[in-house]
């Protein structure tokens, strides 16, 4: 998948803040967010440090993986004690892009077959999660 | 209305079959029958988590006005994902009236929606409404020695206020198992994520982690593992194909039910047919 460049916005962390409704500040780093998460090992930034370049409007985070890894399991949302909801953090920086139409996903490229075999709900929220 | 209105949603009419087919049995079996909306849509699949996001809201919405439309409170769903969808998408709208208006005045050929109706998924109707004694009695065939381990998954525990139970330690597919005779296992991955939708891009990964939840059922020497949800099943069962080796199948729970309680609900695996306690069953040929 060849991830598509999105324009450095000013005001990063506003942004997804106004999308996600949560306040990045309230993070103190303890990284129970982290510790928890089943797809941790393939973000090249953890869920912690997401938040933290957040908080530093530091772009990078828009550049790696961990929005597009994230499947809004939840495990950090029913577990962080100063009540972040990550995952809604990550839908706000995906936002960003799907609302540039900048897609993540294309089932184009797969067979009907491969299509068939899979659950309906899989497909929807895969092109609900990364297609604007 | 005798019954109780039943969202079933995509996946319970396609590659689930088995789940709805179950269900049906079951709820009929136990006096209270699942009453299919009438012109229900996808839910949506995922409650779109962007704060001022209500278009991805409307599908849900309208399952909750086809469920005011039959003059029901109420409605259950199967399926963990679609419960998941409607019931947040109900906790927004039956609380936040401007958004409520806001998507009311969009659909402007829909019946205005009023805010009342509750969604419930199905274990939570076995669990409140029938109870687990009254599940007990209906059994005829006690699945004795079966060992079940339970599979939550996420959308049916979380987030905290839309799940049916605690999201650390829920209990309700154990009581359940227990219910039928079966012995149900814990084992440490009953709430980890399976990778969901990522299969659709990064098969790879959900292989990966579906297959770290089956080991782990394994190693509590679980026999068979049930779940809610449509996509969790697909997923463990994929990770197994694919990996090869000893496999342990993936069940709806409703199948599980419907096993122990005798009635016709499609192919159930070997495990189940041909356990040691079954055989014994047959063998006293009553």
Same mark, same amino acid.
């Given at each position: 998948?060849?991830?598509?460049?999105?324009?450095?916005?000013?005001?990063?962390? #506003?942004?997804? #803040?106004?999308? !996600?409704?949560?306040?990045?500040?309230?993070?103190?780093?303890?990284?129970?967010? !982290?510790?928890?998460?089943?797809?941790?090992?393939?973000?090249?930034?953890?869920?912690?440090?997401?938040?933290?370049?957040?908080?530093?409007?530091?772009?990078?985070?828009?550049?790696?993986?961990?929005?597009?890894?994230?499947?809004?399991?939840?495990?950090?949302?029913?577990?962080?004690?100063?009540?972040?909801?990550?995952?809604?953090?990550?839908?706000?920086?995906?936002?960003?892009?799907?609302?540039?139409?900048?897609?993540?996903?294309?089932?184009?490229?797969?067979?009907? #077959?491969?299509?068939?075999?899979?659950?309906?709900?899989?497909?929807?929220? !895969?092109?609900?999660?990364?297609?604007? | 209305?005798?019954?109780?209105?039943?969202?079933?949603?995509?996946?319970?009419?396609?590659?689930?079959?088995?789940?709805?087919?179950?269900?049906?049995?079951?709820?009929?079996?136990?006096?209270?029958?699942?009453?299919?909306?009438?012109?229900?849509?996808?839910?949506?699949?995922?409650?779109?988590?962007?704060?001022?996001?209500?278009?991805?809201?409307?599908?849900?919405?309208?399952?909750?006005?086809?469920?005011?439309?039959?003059?029901?409170?109420?409605?259950?769903?199967?399926?963990?994902?679609?419960?998941?969808?409607?019931?947040?998408?109900?906790?927004?709208?039956?609380?936040?009236?401007?958004?409520?208006?806001?998507?009311?005045?969009?659909?402007?050929?829909?019946?205005?929606?009023?805010?009342?109706?509750?969604?419930?998924?199905?274990? =939570?109707?076995?669990?409140?409404?029938?109870?687990?004694?009254?599940?007990?009695?209906?059994?005829?065939?006690?699945?004795?020695?079966?060992?079940?381990?339970?599979?939550?998954?996420?959308?049916?525990?979380?987030?905290?206020?839309?799940?049916?139970?605690?999201?650390?330690?829920?209990?309700?597919?154990?009581?359940?198992?227990?219910?039928?005779?079966?012995?149900?296992?814990?084992?440490?991955?009953?709430?980890?994520?399976?990778?969901?939708?990522?299969?659709?891009?990064?098969?790879?990964?959900?292989? =990966?982690?579906?297959?770290?939840?089956?080991?782990?059922?394994?190693?509590?020497?679980?026999?068979?593992?049930?779940?809610?949800?449509?996509?969790?099943?697909?997923?463990?069962?994929?990770?197994?194909?694919?990996?090869?080796?000893?496999?342990?199948?993936?069940?709806?729970?409703?199948?599980?039910?419907?096993?122990?309680?005798?009635?016709?609900?499609?192919?159930?695996?070997?495990?189940?047919?041909?356990?040691?306690?079954?055989?014994?069953?047959?063998?006293?040929?009553?």
């Amino acid at each position: 998948m060849v991830r598509k460049r999105l324009e450095r916005m000013e005001n990063l962390r #506003e942004k997804v #803040e106004e999308l !996600s409704g949560q306040n990045v500040y309230a993070c103190y780093q303890c990284g129970m967010c !982290s510790s928890g998460c089943p797809l941790a090992e393939e973000m090249d930034l953890l869920p912690n440090q997401v938040i933290r370049a957040l908080q530093f409007d530091d772009w990078t985070v828009m550049e790696a993986n961990a929005m597009w890894v994230c499947a809004s399991c939840l495990a950090c949302e029913v577990r962080c004690p100063k009540g972040i909801d990550l995952a809604a953090l990550m839908e706000g920086m995906r936002q960003l892009y799907l609302r540039k139409t900048l897609d993540h996903v294309s089932i184009d490229g797969m067979s009907r #077959e491969e299509i068939a075999a899979l659950p309906q709900i899989a497909l929807v929220a !895969s092109l609900r999660k990364k297609t604007g | 209305m005798k019954g109780i209105a039943y969202f079933p949603g995509c996946s319970l009419k396609d590659t689930a079959k088995d789940f709805e087919t179950s269900a049906r049995a079951v709820m009929e079996a136990l006096g209270l029958p699942l009453v299919e909306l009438e012109r229900w849509n996808c839910c949506g699949t995922v409650y779109s988590l962007a704060a001022d996001d209500l278009m991805h809201q409307l599908a849900s919405m309208r399952d909750l006005i086809r469920t005011q439309e039959m003059g029901e409170p109420e409605v259950v769903a199967a399926c963990a994902m679609c419960y998941n969808t409607l019931k947040r998408v109900s906790l927004r709208v039956n609380a936040d009236v401007e958004a409520r208006d806001k998507m009311n005045a969009f659909m402007n050929k829909e019946t205005d929606y009023e805010g009342s109706i509750e969604v419930r998924h199905l274990l =939570e109707i076995l669990r409140d409404r029938i109870g687990w004694e009254r599940v007990s009695e209906r059994v005829t065939q006690p699945l004795d020695g079966l060992a079940v381990a339970p599979y939550y998954g996420c959308t049916l525990v979380r987030p905290r206020e839309a799940g049916i139970d605690d999201p650390d330690a829920p209990t309700v597919m154990r009581d359940l198992i227990e219910a039928l005779g079966a012995t149900a296992v814990p084992f440490p991955f009953a709430t980890e994520c399976c990778g969901s939708y990522q299969v659709v891009d990064r098969r790879d990964l959900v292989i =990966e982690r579906s297959d770290r939840v089956v080991r782990s059922a394994r190693r509590a020497h679980a026999q068979v593992i049930v779940t809610s949800c449509p996509l969790c099943q697909h997923n463990l069962e994929q990770a197994q194909q694919e990996l090869g080796g000893e496999t342990i199948p993936v069940l709806y729970f409703t199948q599980l039910v419907a096993a122990a309680f005798g009635v016709e609900a499609g192919e159930l695996p070997a495990a189940i047919t041909a356990r040691p306690a079954a055989a014994g069953e047959t063998g006293r040929g009553n």
